[in-house]
């Protein structure tokens, strides 16, 4: 999921989903990775580019957190709270860091009760699209929910509903994109903010041949590569993988609707060796071609850091550090 922020005294602008920056930007000062937990109560920040990075983590009011999401220069997270069923902007990140504290402080956040089971959300200009899974406690109703973020407040502006289940969602300019989960596919909302509230049809769907179960979905156009996660079944800690498309605009577009994307089009990242079992949700880095993962099954949870691969294979990650219940992941090259 990637993004440009402002400050929070401003209206937010330039921003496109929930993963990481697109900017190709080679004088980068910061690249910012950040995560959130569902079971520990705290999210982590991380600036990838100190010569010895340090991961410092911080406590908010959400036992139970997704879809985060960092502005830089309002030096704030957001995330989609399933604790206390609401949107959270937290402020104050660097200076904890440099004061050595604990905790963050609660800026902004939405109503409580518009969405329950949240899993992920999509941040751009100044609005944010939070996904709500179906259960039975929110009448097995899978949502979309937009937003808009100011210095007064998060407001709910559209409400959507959709005919199958959600997980990962991308914005990629006006256009939306999103995982079915329990399935191998992706669906595309062309110009998602223009559709009324209420029941919403996706503009085309496609399957991505050899992928058990999509989750983490991120766009780097850019570099026009789609990265997608495959938790393979729940329960396995050894059938998670990374599938990477090239050129994938033009793959996408000459798909047929309810077509495949065959494996002969995309990378495959899969095997022992990746550490892969779970992936829940990515991002990418198109100036170091580096693919950031939250794998949530594997040691309680780990952070899994890749390099792009040339051909399918099963790489180990550059890195992996464990970080218990971690559920998403964002990245930010300023």
């Known amino acids: 999921m990637k993004k440009v922020f402002i400050c929070l005294s401003m209206v ?51 036992l139970d957190a997704e879809g985060i ?3 830089s220069q309002a030096d704030a997270v957001t995330v989609a709270s ?36 949240a899993r992920e959300t999509a941040v751009y200009g100044d609005k944010i699209v939070v996904v709500q899974d179906q ?39 006006s ?27 996706a503009t085309k769907r496609v399957t991505i041949e ?12 850019s570099d026009n590569v789609m990265v997608l996660t495959d938790v393979g079944s729940a329960t396995s800690a050894t059938d998670g993988g990374l599938v990477l498309i090239n050129n994938f605009s033009s793959v996408f577009a000459s798909t047929a609707a309810a077509g495949k994307i065959t494996m002969d089009k995309q990378i495959r990242i899969y095997g022992p060796k990746s550490l892969l079992g779970n992936p829940v949700d990515v991002a990418y ?5 580096n693919i950031y993962v939250a794998e949530r099954l594997n040691g309680g949870g780990q952070v899994l850091i890749y390099s792009t691969p040339s051909a399918s294979g099963d790489y180990a990650p550059l890195s992996a550090r464990t970080e218990a219940g971690v559920t998403s992941i964002f990245v930010l090259r300023k």
């Open 12 to 62: 937010l602008l330039v921003f496109s989903s929930c993963d990481n920056n697109d900017e190709n930007n080679n004088n980068s000062k910061e690249l910012a990775q950040v995560t959130s937990s569902n079971t520990s109560g705290k999210i982590t920040y991380t600036n990838l580019l100190e010569s010895s990075p340090m991961v410092k983590s911080f406590t908010i009011a959400s």
């Open 69 to 71: 999401s960092y502005d």
């Open 82 to 117: 399933r604790t206390n069923n609401k949107l959270e902007t937290y402020t104050g990140i660097k200076a904890g860091v440099l004061a050595g504290t604990d905790n963050l402080s609660l800026s902004l956040s939405s109503e409580i009760g518009h969405f329950l089971n």
């Open 135 to 173: 259960i039975a406690a929110n009448g097995n109703l899978n949502k979309l929910f937009l937003y808009q973020r100011n210095n007064a407040g998060i407001t709910l502006l559209k409400t959507f509903t959709t005919d199958f289940k959600l997980w990962g969602i991308h914005m990629d300019g």
């Open 175 to 201: 256009d939306l994109y999103a995982v079915v989960d329990l399935t191998g596919d992706i669906v595309q909302f062309k110009n998602f903010e223009n559709n009324a509230s209420g029941a919403i049809t």
């Open 210 to 221: 050899g992928l058990i179960r999509t989750h983490g979905i991120t766009y780097s156009a």
């Open 285 to 289: 880095d198109n100036v170091s071609k």
